[in-house]
């Protein structure tokens, strides 16, 4: 017969997410007290989050332009587009 009793944890989690927060804070505080290395690390995630956010909208916008594309457009601007484009006549260089 088997023994189905469950098994008990080797270490015990709430003292394991306690000593995790510990190491977390101390991380922290040294951080703080270290003013450059602050500001250099805000600076990278100020210029990580700036390049995320417009790659972001740049695919965003690439993606919805293709379903409007695939779809046939859109029929009142693309026929005011479309007679911009008519009756604007387009000079050549030389």
Known sequence: MVNKQKAKPVVNLAELNKLAGLFSASEFVELLENK????????????????????GVAL???????????????????NFIRDIQTNVPVKTPL
């Open 60 to 78: 965003t916008i690439v993606v919805i332009g293709y379903l409007v594309y695939l779809l046939g457009g859109i029929p009142i601007i693309g």
């Open 36 to 55: 450059r290395k602050f500001a250099w690390l805000n600076f990278k995630a100020g210029v990580y989050r700036g390049i995320g956010g417009v790659v």
